[in-house]
Nanobody
Framework: VQLVESGGGSVQSGGSLRLSCAASGRTFSSNPMAWFRQAPGKERDFVAGITWTGGQTSYADSVKGRFTISRDNAKNTVSLEMNSLKPEDTAVYYC?????????????????????WGQGTQVTVSS
């Protein structure tokens, strides 16, 4: 089972990026998924999460109104649209899936609730 992120890169402040995460080896269409990020010397923080239907989403306060999480269960993918990027958004971004909580209608926001992780993709925002 693999989660593979793509779409990271370097942008200037105010720019946009779209991250994608493709799952292979099994389907997560019945499971919550999320994005986390980790800056150098800091803990891995929740960014955004989405329930299996896509009907419920949750965002960290620092990204509300700028980031949008979505999923396509037919393609087994989850995406993160990031707009109005700021230098403080610079981090490695990780896709995560919770394989245990099927059909859960509450977004999981802590890392320990997720048992599958991608390798991460670097996002760098310059001022």
């Amino acid at each position: 089972v693999q989660l593979v992120e793509s779409g990271g890169g370097s942008v200037q402040s105010g720019g946009s990026l779209r991250l994608s995460c493709a799952a292979s080896g099994r389907t997560f269409s019945s499971n919550p998924m999320a994005w986390f990020r980790q800056a150098p010397g800091k803990e891995r923080d929740f960014v955004a999460g989405i329930t299996w239907t896509g009907g419920q989403t949750s965002y960290a306060d620092s990204v509300k109104g700028r980031f949008t999480i979505s999923r396509d269960n037919a393609k087994n993918t989850v995406s993160l649209e990031m707009n109005s990027l700021k230098p403080e958004d610079t981090a490695v971004y990780y896709c995560a899936a919770n394989s245990v909580s099927r059909f859960r209608m509450v977004v999981s926001t802590t890392p320990h609730e997720y048992d599958y992780w991608g390798q991460g993709t670097q996002v760098t925002v310059s001022s």
